[in-house]
């Protein structure tokens, strides 16, 4: 079965530092990956997807993220973290048009 | 105007009750979903649509039921709302049917407390 992990619940960072989402994946096949950030009381946004081709996914607001296929991994990360980036992430893999989701990770950028 | 949009945005209600939950879009995508998200378990699929004859049941479809009224519009029922079905919920929606791999665009979300 198709499955997605985040290992952390909740990640602290300084702002200014940089920062690591987590996530790793089990798939058949291709994986197609996505990642998404909701902010409070808000629905989730996309950030980014990988589908094929360049390792390294830049997104928007400053994020990227790097699909390892022998790590199974496709972490989120961005150079140099903001306040306004505090909010609960979410890693995703498609399935036949369907994601299947992780459980999320709560990103807490500190002053 | 928002590209998804859900209503109610807030529900209170009694157990036994039958709520319908509704969603919108303008965005003229094919591919509809209902999703619940809980504290701790992410979001699960209710529902989905790929088009207006196409239902299909998702990871906990099992007291909820939904009715795709045209390609914009998709439905959620609680035929008899119990209070574990307290939780926020979204519609989503992605592509067109010849598309692949698209990201879902979620609505503002529905949050329903069964008391």
């Known amino acids: 079965a198709q499955s997605v992990a985040q290992p952390e619940d909740q990640v602290n960072v300084a702002e200014g530092n940089p920062l690591t989402v987590k996530c790793t994946y089990s798939v058949s096949g291709n994986p197609y990956l996505f990642w998404y950030v909701q902010y409070p009381n808000r629905g989730l946004q996309f950030l980014l997807k990988?589908?094929?081709?360049d390792n390294l996914v830049k997104g928007s607001y400053g994020f990227e993220a790097e699909f390892n296929k022998s790590q199974t991994s496709f972490h989120l990360k961005k150079p140099s973290a903001l306040v306004s980036d505090s909010a609960l992430y979410f890693c995703a893999v498609d399935s036949n048009y369907q994601l299947i989701w992780g459980a999320g990770t709560k990103l807490i950028i500190k002053p | 105007d928002a590209d998804v949009t859900q209503t109610p945005r807030n529900r209170i209600t009694k157990t036994g009750k039958r709520i319908m939950l509704e969603c919108s879009q303008t965005k003229g995508h094919d591919r509809m979903y209902w999703y619940r998200q809980d504290p701790g378990l992410g979001l699960r699929l209710i529902y989905y649509s790929f088009d207006v004859k196409d239902i299909n049941k998702g990871e906990i479809s099992d007291g909820y039921s939904v009715s795709r009224q045209a390609q914009a519009k998709f439905s959620l029922s609680l035929e008899s709302a119990i209070p574990n079905q307290t939780a926020l919920y979204f519609c989503?929606?992605?592509?067109?049917?010849?598309?692949?791999?698209?990201?879902?665009?979620f609505g503002p979300g529905t949050r329903l407390t069964v008391l």
């Open positions: 989503a929606t992605s592509g067109r049917l010849a598309d692949a791999y698209n990201e879902q665009f």
């Open positions: 990988y589908i094929t081709g």
